[in-house]
């Protein structure tokens, strides 16, 4: 079975800072892409980026800029440099990778989000 936990999420002043983390833990035998998705309140769940494992990254247009995708394949962990954070993203943030496993092969695993509110 393979876990992902995410940390760093809270409450940040428009314009400020936050780093996200997201740590995979299970039988492992390869993690493929990684990425990081939002759902606000009352909306459909988005990518906000993503980072395949030779480090190529997407980004979501109101993310540009802004946000930077990073991955640590030996700690088997991404994150998300978050900086100038405005209200519209405030949302739960999930993270989300394409591991293989052992017992099962390519999974699609989520974890279990974290709140990022921000306040204006």
């Known amino acids: 079975q393979v876990q992902l936990v995410e940390s760093g999420g809270g409450l940040v002043q428009a314009g400020g800072s936050l780093r996200l983390s997201c740590v995979a833990s299970?039988?492992?035998?390869?993690?493929?892409?990684m990425g990081w998705y939002r759902q606000a309140p009352g909306k459909q769940r988005e990518l906000v980026a993503d980072?395949?494992?030779?480090?190529?990254?997407t980004y979501a247009d109101a993310v540009k800029g802004r946000f930077t995708i990073s991955r640590d394949n030996a700690k088997n962990t991404v994150y998300l440099q978050m900086n100038s954070l405005k209200p519209e993203d405030t949302a739960v943030y999930y993270c989300n990778a394409g591991v293989v496993t052992f017992a099962y092969g390519l999974r699609e695993v989520w974890g279990q989000g974290t709140l990022v509110t921000v306040a204006s």
């Open positions: 299970g039988s492992i035998v390869r993690i493929n892409g």
């Open positions: 980072i395949t494992s030779g480090g190529m990254t």
